[in-house]
Each structure stands twice: as structure tokens, then as C-alpha cells.
Antibody, heavy 117, light 114 residues
Framework: QVQLVQSGAEVKKPGASVKVSCKAS????????VNWVRQATGQGLEWMGW????????GYAERFQGRVTMTRNTSISTAYMELSSLRSDDTAVYYC??????????WGQGTVVTVSS | DIVMTQSPDSLAVSLGERATINCKSS????????????LAWYQQKSGQPPKLLIY???TRASGVPDRFSGSGSGTDFTLTISSLQAEDVAIYHC??????????FGQGTRLEIK
């Protein structure tokens, strides 16, 4: 079955960068876009951007432009999201998600990123 | 960007009663060429990632109980739970994919037991 397994929790200082990984299995990784979505505590889901694993085309939400980079390693079916210049309000759970077999999204388990001095 | 607005923000319903959650898009998400509404619903239980319930506004995902149903078209959509069970306590999110790959979500609706 389709599965997305994300890297573990991170604690970062303000101004640092974080890189979260998302390993795909159960489907052909290069056939489907990967989205990244985050959720601060008690808040809704916020779409950050997408990446096409074959073309490496990306699209980022305006508020993350210049701070986020989405990449992939097709040899290990893994997508990455790097967020730089971290601030305290970047503290959130970060999810990867893809759409395989239906028009809805299948989600990774989430990665907690805490930004604190 | 298409803005998705859910109502209410929170809802308390008695066990066995009907729960209704609304989602409104700032523009139509009905694609005329295929007559499909590009809307999905997700259920998110505490400490878990979202789980797909409904796509194309009314198609249940695999394994989803038939007490969950989706309806609506154009800009106005509804998720209905016909007979609330204890395990349905969760936050429910709507999402448009009309502008795929750029997608947007509603703010979420918290559903509790009365």
C-alpha cells in the first residue's frame, strides 16, 4: 500500500535551517507530485508547496518563497523539504502528502519541528 | 488563490445524531468539461495525520463507513455524518484541488460529543 515515512522530530534555533525527508513506498515515486503541508498547534492545514519528482518542477506558496526548497532523490524514492531562516512561528508539524489512485491525498505521519532559543 | 471557509468552527453533537459541516469556496470549483467538483474532505484525529474521507465532493474513499457522505456543487459543499459515533470525534478539513498543483484547505471544524 502507499506509504510515506518521514524523518524524526527536530529542534532548531531561530535563524537556522531544517531539512525534513519523506520516503515513499508502495507506488512509483516519480509518477506523482509530492506536496508539503504544515500545521501549527491548534491551527488548520497550510499548504507550503509541491514538487514533481520527474521534472523537479516546484511551486511554492507565496509566503514561503525564498525560504523553502523542495528536492528529491529518485534512487531512494525520497522527497525533501528544507526551510531556512527559521522563526518561532515556524514551530509546527510538517507533513508530506501525495495523490495516488484517487483525487485525494495520502499523508506521511508528520514531523514535529520546534524552533526555540 | 481560492479561499475555503468552513462553518462552524466547532460543533457538538449527541451520539447517534446527525452532524453537518459546511465548506464554501471563494469561486466555483466545478470543472465544466467533466462536471466534477474538485473538493475533498479529511478527518484528523488527535495526534494523527489527516485521513481522506471523500473526494470529487461525494465519492467515499476506500474503507470509509457509509455514515459519511459528501454533497454540494459549485461553491457550497457539505459533509454529513448520519449517525455520530464516538470514534468520529476529530477535526474535519475540506480541500480544493481545482487549482492543482496549488491546493488550499479550509480552516478546519472541530467535532465533539455533546
Amino acid at each position: 500500500q502507499v506509504q510515506l515515512v518521514q524523518s524524526g522530530a527536530e529542534v532548531k534555533k531561530p535563524g537556522a535551517s531544517v531539512k525534513v525527508s519523506c520516503k515513499a513506498s508502495g507506488y512509483t515515486f516519480t509518477n506523482y507530485d509530492v506536496n508539503w503541508v504544515r500545521q501549527a498547534t491548534g491551527q488548520g492545514l497550510e499548504w507550503m508547496g509541491w514538487m514533481n519528482p520527474i521534472s523537479t518542477n516546484t511551486g511554492y506558496a507565496e509566503r514561503f518563497q525564498g525560504r523553502v526548497t523542495m528536492t528529491r532523490n529518485t534512487s531512494i524514492s525520497t522527497a525533501y523539504m528544507e526551510l531556512s531562516s527559521l522563526r518561532s512561528d515556524d514551530t509546527a508539524v510538517y507533513y508530506c502528502a501525495t495523490s495516488v489512485g484517487s483525487a485525494g491525498l495520502t499523508w506521511g505521519q508528520g514531523t514535529v519541528v520546534t524552533v526555540s532559543s | 488563490d481560492i479561499v475555503m471557509t468552513q462553518s462552524p468552527d466547532s460543533l457538538a453533537v449527541s451520539l447517534g445524531e446527525r452532524a453537518t459541516i459546511n465548506c464554501k469556496s471563494s469561486q466555483s470549483i466545478l470543472y465544466s468539461s467533466n462536471n466534477k467538483n474538485y473538493l475533498a474532505w479529511y478527518q484528523q484525529k488527535s495526534g494523527q495525520p489527516p485521513k481522506l474521507l471523500i473526494y470529487w465532493a461525494s465519492t467515499r474513499a476506500s474503507g470509509v463507513p457509509d455514515r459519511f457522505s459528501g454533497s454540494g456543487s459549485g461553491t457550497d459543499f457539505t459533509l454529513t455524518i448520519s449517525s455520530l459515533q464516538a470514534e468520529d470525534v476529530a477535526i474535519y478539513h475540506c480541500q480544493q484541488y481545482y487549482t492543482t498543483p496549488r491546493i488550499t484547505f479550509g480552516q478546519g471544524t472541530r467535532l465533539e460529543i455533546k
